[in-house]
C-alpha cells in the first residue's frame, strides 16, 4: 500500500477526519451532512450533522445529552455490522472508552484504515473491551502520549477511596469525575470491591446515570445528593460518596455537604500539580484512555504499515514509532480536549 491510496481515503481537515469516497467525516468538529461518531464525549460526538452513524448506545447517549432532534438521520449500527458508505466499507469494533465507544474501520479497494477514537486496554465494566484489528493504516489518539504517563491498577485506587471512607467517617467523599463513563465506571468499581451503600450523584448526572441502567450497566443503589432545607442536613451525607462533575467540587454546591473531602478520578491526577492546582486532597488516578504502555503496546500489537497519530501528546509517541521503524506521522486535528479523561 502507499501512502497516496491512504491519504485519499482518509486525511485531515478543519472539520476532522474526512473520506472524500464515502464523503462522510468521522467525529467531525463541525456541522456536516454525513458523520462516523466513535463515542458520545461532547468533543467527539456533537449536535447538528445532517445524519449520524454510531453505536445504538452511543446513538442513545447523543438523544440523552442533546435532544432528540440532535441529528436529521440515525443510523445505529451494531458492533461488527458491516455497512457501505458509496462503496466505503464500514464497520464500528469496540474502543473499551465509553459504554457504546466504537474504533471506526474504514476500507475500500484493498485498503484498510482503523480510527480508534479515543481507547483503553484495561478493564471497564461499563463497556466491551477495546478489539485489535489489523490494517493499513491504525490512527491512534495519544492523550497520554508521554513516558511519563502510567495508570496504576484501577481497584488499587478505588481502594484508596474506601480506606479513607473508613477513615474519616465524619466526612462527605465528594468525588469529581466526567459525567460520561467515568463516573460510572468509579460506580461500578466500588460495587466490585464490595461497597453497597447507596451513592449520591450529582443532578447533572441523572440522565446519563439512568441511560447506563437502562442499557444494563447495574450501578446498584443511586439517590440525589439534595440537601434538605434545615438544621442538621449536612450530617445527611457524613460518611457518604458523592459522585459529582469536576465543574461542581469547588463550587458553592459543594459547601453544603459535612466537611468534603475533595476526591478526583483522572489520569492528569499523575501530575500532582495539576491535583494541587484543583485542591484535591484524595487524588485518583483512574483513566478512560491508554496510558504510554497501552499505546505502545497496542501499535505493536496492531502492526499497522503506517501509525498516524492525533489528539494529545502526538510528538512523542511519533518518535517512538520512528524509532522502532515505522512508518509515522501526526495529525494535528484541532478541537478536541483532553481533559474528559
Ligand atoms: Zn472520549
Ligand atoms: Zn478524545
Not at 484501577?154 to 460520561?180: D, I, M, W
Not at 443503589?221 to 469547588?250: E, H
Request: glycine share 8%; hydrophobic share 40%; aromatic share 8%.
Amino acid at each position: 500500500m502507499t501512502g497516496v491510496q491512504a491519504e485519499a481515503l482518509l486525511h485531515p481537515t478543519p472539520k476532522g477526519l474526512y473520506c472524500p469516497p464515502g464523503d462522510f467525516f468521522i467525529d467531525p468538529v463541525a456541522d456536516v451532512d454525513r458523520a462516523v461518531i466513535t463515542h458520545g464525549h461532547a468533543d467527539h460526538a456533537r449536535a447538528g450533522h445532517g445524519a449520524v452513524l454510531a453505536t445504538p448506545e452511543t446513538i442513545e447517549i447523543m438523544a440523552t445529552r442533546y435532544g432528540e432532534d440532535f441529528t436529521r438521520t440515525r443510523q445505529p449500527v451494531e458492533i461488527g455490522e458491516v455497512t457501505t458508505i458509496h462503496g466505503v466499507t464500514v464497520w464500528l469494533v469496540p474502543a473499551g472508552h465509553v459504554l457504546g465507544s466504537a474504533q471506526a474501520v474504514v476500507e475500500y479497494q484493498g485498503t484498510r484504515m482503523v480510527v480508534t477514537g479515543d481507547y483503553k486496554r484495561r478493564r471497564d465494566p461499563t463497556c466491551l473491551p477495546f478489539e485489535p484489528v489489523p490494517c493499513d493504516v491504525f490512527i491512534s489518539e495519544a492523550t497520554f502520549g508521554l513516558p511519563v504517563f502510567r495508570h496504576p491498577d484501577t481497584a488499587g485506587e478505588v481502594r484508596k477511596l474506601l480506606a479513607s471512607l473508613s477513615q474519616f467517617p465524619e466526612r462527605t467523599h465528594l468525588v469529581g469525575a466526567y459525567a460520561l463513563g467515568k463516573a460510572q465506571r468509579i460506580i461500578c468499581h466500588l460495587r466490585e470491591e464490595g461497597y453497597d451503600e447507596t451513592i449520591f450523584i450529582h443532578g447533572a448526572m441523572k440522565k446519563l446515570c439512568d441511560l447506563y441502567g437502562r442499557l444494563g450497566v447495574d450501578l446498584g443503589p443511586l439517590a440525589d445528593a439534595t440537601v434538605k432545607d434545615g438544621r442538621g442536613a449536612k450530617q445527611d451525607f457524613a460518611g457518604k460518596v458523592v459522585v459529582c462533575p469536576p465543574s461542581a467540587m469547588n463550587a458553592a454546591w459543594a459547601r453544603r455537604f459535612a466537611d468534603p473531602m475533595t476526591c478526583f478520578a483522572s489520569g492528569w491526577m499523575r501530575v500532582r500539580q495539576r491535583a494541587r492546582q484543583k485542591g484535591v486532597e484524595l487524588p485518583l488516578i483512574v483513566s478512560d484512555h491508554a496510558d504510554w504502555d497501552e499505546l505502545t503496546d497496542t501499535v505493536r500489537e496492531v502492526d499497522p504499515a503506517q501509525l498516524w497519530v492525533t489528539h494529545g501528546r502526538e510528538d512523542a509517541l511519533v518518535r517512538w514509532a520512528e524509532v522502532e521503524g515505522r512508518h509515522a506521522k501526526p495529525l494535528r486535528l484541532v478541537g478536541y480536549e483532553d481533559e474528559n479523561d
